[in-house]
Antibody, heavy 122, light 107 residues
Framework: QVQLQESGPGLVKPSGTLSLTCAVS?????????WSWVRQPPGKGLEWIGE???????NYNPSLKSRITISVDKSKNQFSLNLSSVTAADTAVYYC???????????????WGQGTLVTVSS | AIQMTQSPSSLSASVGDRVTITCRAS??????LGWYQQKPGKAPKLLIY???SLQSGVPSRFSGSGSGTDFTLTISSLQPEDFATYYC?????????FGQGTKLEIK
């Protein structure tokens, strides 16, 4: 049973870079899945950030694209998120999730990590 | 980006009630939509994918329907553990987008 676990600093200074890692256990990151980041500001809704395949192919949300890098480390079975030039608006719970697909390209997000709160503050 | 509009934003209901939540897409997304349940302090949980396919382990009182631009999530008989916030998510094209959520509260 695949499990995901986010890790990283809970506090980042404004204009700094937010860096998070999602460790995958119970399965291989080199499977035929995409791996994704989603965030949720306190008391608000969900926002898709981006995704990566084990080959390194990525897709990003255009609203964040200029500031995002998602990378994969197959040797450690994990993937990572870097978000640069952060402001208070980037304060959120960040989730990682696995994306599975049907042969007809319908996708679904499951499982999810438990989430990690990142606060942007000086 | 495709906009997903859920209604209602909040809903009060009683145990045993039948409840329907709707999600409307700003353009045709075929059946590429999922429904997720989120409880306070927890990660979202997949309920339905491909508009009407029930995720393994999810109770059969949950069902989804629709295609094109209009979708519904139905809970046939509310249980105490169903009080949560529900989100739709379109995976038809990038960027994937969520509805704003529907908070289901106990009446």
């Amino acid at each position: 049973q695949v499990q995901l676990q986010e890790s990283g600093p809970g506090l980042v200074k404004p204009s700094g870079t937010l860096s998070l890692t999602c460790a995958v256990s119970g399965g291989s990151i080199s499977s035929t899945n995409w791996w994704s980041w989603v965030r949720q500001p306190p008391g608000k809704g969900l926002e898709w950030i981006g995704e990566i395949y084990h080959s390194g192919s990525t897709n990003y949300n255009p609203s964040l694209k200029s500031r995002i890098t998602i990378s994969v480390d197959k040797s450690k079975n994990q993937f990572s998120l870097n978000l640069s030039s952060v402001t208070a608006a980037d304060t959120a719970v960040y989730y990682c999730a696995r994306i599975s697909s049907t042969s007809s390209y319908q996708n679904w997000f499951d499982p999810w990590g438990q989430g990690t709160l990142v606060t942007v503050s000086s | 980006a495709i906009q997903m509009t859920q209604s209602p934003s909040s809903l009060s209901a009683s145990v045993g009630d039948r409840v329907t939540i709707t999600c409307r897409a700003s353009q045709d997304i075929r059946n590429e939509l999922g429904w997720y349940q989120q409880k306070p302090g927890k990660a979202p949980k997949l309920l339905i994918y491909a508009a009407s396919s029930l995720q393994s382990g999810v109770p059969s009182r949950f069902s989804g329907s629709g295609s094109g631009t209009d979708f519904t999530l139905t809970i046939s008989s509310l249980q105490p553990e169903d009080f949560a916030t529900y989100y739709c998510l379109q995976d038809y094209n990038y960027p994937y987008t969520f509805g704003q959520g529907t908070k289901l509260e106990i009446k």
